[in-house]
């Protein structure tokens, strides 16, 4: 299993960035693929980013494509989304989840750390 913490989520400004970070417990942290979803009220839950077990093959949604970067350093089990050019629409509770290697679903998740975007 594993234990996914979030940290750096806060207030900016339309067109300002943030970064956020996901520690993972465990000793297994490579076995997971890893991804950000994100929820604002009223809205489905949105897959935002997500990075293999490697680091390679990043994904992102059609929203945040060319604005937010996902990356994952194994030697720190840590998961970075840097976030630039942020949009009042980015504002959400943003989650880290994992999920095994070749498994179909996101299995882990954090509590979630809150991204307010004023405009």
């Known amino acids: 299993q594993v234990q996914l913490v979030e940290s750096g989520g806060g207030l900016v400004q339309a067109g300002g960035s943030l970064r956020l970070s996901c520690a993972a417990s465990?000793?297994?942290?490579?076995?997971?693929?890893m991804a950000w979803f994100r929820q604002a009220p009223g809205k489905e839950r949105e897959l935002v980013a997500a990075?293999?077990?490697?680091?390679?093959?990043?994904s992102y949604a059609d929203s945040v494509k060319g604005r937010f970067t996902i990356s994952r350093d194994n030697s720190k089990n840590t998961v970075l989304l840097q976030m630039n050019s942020l949009k009042p629409e980015d504002t959400a509770v943003y989650h880290c989840?994992?999920?095994?290697?070749?498994?179909?679903?996101?299995?882990?998740w954090g509590q979630g750390t809150q991204v307010t975007v004023s405009s």
């Open positions: 989840a994992a999920k095994i290697v070749g498994g179909s679903e996101y299995n882990y």
């Open positions: 465990g000793r297994t942290f490579m076995r997971y693929t």
């Open positions: 990075i293999s077990w490697s680091g390679g093959s990043p």
